[in-house]
């Protein structure tokens, strides 16, 4: 079982920065990819960030240039930098994680979500 575990999120001013981490847990042979997605209430989740085992990265529109990913293979976490905050980063961001089982196939797995609020 795979289990993922996110941190980081709360409270800060418009303008502001918050980083979030996931990590990994439980038995699996390796990470595909992690990523962050996110959702405001009353709308669709969203991609927010995937990075891939190989570190390639890729960036909703929004977000470009103000946040970045990355993932420490070692550690089995994967970061969110997000600077310059927005009101409309307002959210429940959750992690998500591709990654290869112990045995043929593929696996996604879920986060429980952690809040991002953006206000002054």
């Known amino acids: 079982q795979v289990q993922l575990v996110e941190s980081g999120g709360g409270l800060v001013q418009p303008g502001g920065s918050l980083r979030l981490s996931c990590k990994a847990s439980?038995?699996?042979?390796?990470?595909?990819?992690m990523g962050w997605y996110r959702q405001a209430p009353g709308k669709e989740r969203e991609l927010v960030s995937v990075i891939s085992g190989s570190s390639s990265t890729n960036y909703a529109d929004s977000v470009k240039g103000r946040f970045t990913i990355s993932m420490d293979n070692s550690k089995n976490t994967v970061y969110l930098q997000m600077n310059s905050l927005k009101p409309e980063d307002t959210a429940v961001y959750l992690c998500?994680?591709?990654?290869?089982?112990?045995?043929?196939?593929?696996?996604?797995?879920w986060g429980q979500g952690t809040l991002v609020t953006v206000s002054s």
């Open positions: 439980g038995s699996f042979f390796s990470i595909n990819s």
């Open positions: 998500n994680a591709d990654v290869k089982p112990n045995f043929p196939g593929s696996l996604e797995v």
